[in-house]
């Protein structure tokens, strides 16, 4: 159900921008308008999530960690995984954003001869996960050579490793056929484990379509059906540099394959900020990683405690001392 | 905001690196390079808007041809045949490979690895 409500909407979504330039002439809507509209959404959403994360308090460092924490002198501490200064929550940032640490202990429990119940690491979804998000960043700093005028040097280097292989030619780009294969396999995994496939919602195939569809529109682009590269990087500078216009002779060859991809895009752009997509924020702000663990050295004071009223037992002798008097009970002042 | 130095710091390098494209074309939109079409001939090998978005993978089955199965000749979709070599047949028509080529190549920071092994004009190594 989550599936085929995820495809059928990746594939209305694949529709309208075909429908909308080559039965109706809106290319000026699809090439112009919605890409803006969608890097505002974006850059907007974005700013909205994480300030709005930035307003819940952390009043106390939260120690779920999987090292000694910093102790008695003689009792050896994990530095990086319960780090007790800044430097080690750097490291343990770093090594978490940079690697995905925390995903690379993902366990698989298994029913072994005896019967054994056995924990043993798996390794395949941190590996994937690794090659999907590298995958893509390459992509996505590839395509700059669209955008950015002049053209900085980096960029041929990226392409020239990514083309390393130099089959074909256009040459074979590593990084478009992993990053397919990597949201494949992801994908994959959700259908074929029962327990994974009981808890993935449409939020969860929605995006793994999503970006299926867009490299794979690519992939058709560069090496099957070949638009005119010359009047897209025309149409991406003019974005880039606010002076919208459309290529005078459109976008050559099969131009509605140009259209889907970058209605793809902007789609997956503008949904970007209300989505799990956000964990790319989210990452940065998370309480167990980028927190030291110094509960005990340092005294956190809760954020949401109120100045309390107190009557002191000063004030309530003031309010009473006749009526303590005459009952003969002893007063400090008189 | 709690963290708020920290958090509005991040989000600030964030839209800077984010946006890199829009200040770094600084609001100019360069126009695509002309091409230098050779004035004596009308027709290329194929069709021209063929050969703008393909001629690379034509080149690249001509290599194959040629160096594979030692087929020289093409057979266009019209029927014409042509020898099948970028220094020859190409380079004869579109004769300066700075104004045709380079020109394009460069505008998409696209570096071709035709020129390793080939030269570039005719008896001018």
């Known amino acids: 159900m989550n599936i085929a409500f995820s495809i059928l909407t990746v594939v209305v979504i694949g529709l309208i921008p075909w429908i909308g330039t080559t039965a109706v002439n809106l290319q000026y809507l699809f090439g112009i308008i919605i890409p803006y509209a969608a890097v505002i959404i974006f850059l907007l959403g974005v700013v909205y999530r994480i300030v709005k994360w930035g307003k819940s308090p952390t009043p106390f460092r939260i120690p779920t960690t999987c090292g000694q924490q910093k102790t008695l002198p003689w009792i050896k501490q994990n530095r990086i995984e319960n780090p007790s200064n800044v430097v080690g929550v750097i490291i343990r940032m770093a090594l978490e954003i940079l690697a995905f640490r925390s995903l690379f202990r993902t366990t698989r429990a298994e029913l072994k001869e005896g019967p054994r119940l056995a924990y043993g690491g798996f390794p395949w979804l941190w590996l994937a996960a690794l090659v999907f998000h590298y995958a893509f960043l390459t992509v996505v700093i590839r395509h700059l050579r669209f955008f950015l005028d002049p053209v900085p040097f980096f960029i041929a280097w990226l392409a020239r490793l990514d083309g390393l292989l130099e089959v074909g030619l256009p040459v074979y780009m590593l990084s478009g056929f992993a990053l397919f294969a990597a949201v494949s396999y992801l994908f994959i995994r959700r259908v074929v484990v029962p327990q994974l496939r009981y808890i993935s919602l449409a939020a969860d195939y929605f995006p793994l379509f999503l970006i299926l569809c867009i490299a794979g529109t690519g992939i058709l682009m560069r090496y099957f059906f070949k638009v005119d590269v010359i009047s897209v990087r025309e149409l991406a500078v003019s974005l880039a540099g606010f002076q919208p216009k459309l290529p005078d002779n459109g976008i050559g060859g099969v131009s509605y394959l140009f259209y889907m991809h970058l209605f793809y895009v902007s789609v997956l752009v503008a949904y970007f900020p209300f989505s799990k997509l956000m964990h790319s924020g989210g990452i940065f702000l998370s309480p167990t990683r980028n927190l030291a663990n110094t509960n005990r050295a340092v005294r956190h004071i809760n954020p949401w405690n109120y100045p309390v009223k107190v009557h002191t037992y000063a004030e309530y002798e003031d309010d009473f001392r006749e009526q303590m008097k005459e009952a003969q009970i002893p007063v400090e002042r008189d | ?106 505008y998409l920071a696209v570096v071709p690895y035709c020129w390793e092994c080939h030269l570039t004009e005719k008896g001018n190594p």
């Open chain 2, 1 to 106: 905001m709690y963290d708020s130095g920290k958090i509005i710091a991040g989000l600030v390098i964030f839209i800077i690196l984010i946006t890199f494209p829009f200040w770094y074309n600084h609001g100019k939109a360069s126009i695509a390079p002309d091409r230098v079409l050779p004035k004596d001939q009308k027709e290329c090998v194929e069709e021209i808007s063929y050969m703008t978005s393909s001629h690379m993978q034509l080149l690249n089955d001509w290599r194959t041809s040629v160096v594979r199965d030692t087929n020289r000749i093409y057979k266009n979709k019209k029927g014409k045949t042509f020898s099948m070599s970028l220094t020859n047949t190409c380079l004869d028509c579109h004769s300066s490979k700075a104004d045709f080529c380079d020109k394009c190549h460069n």
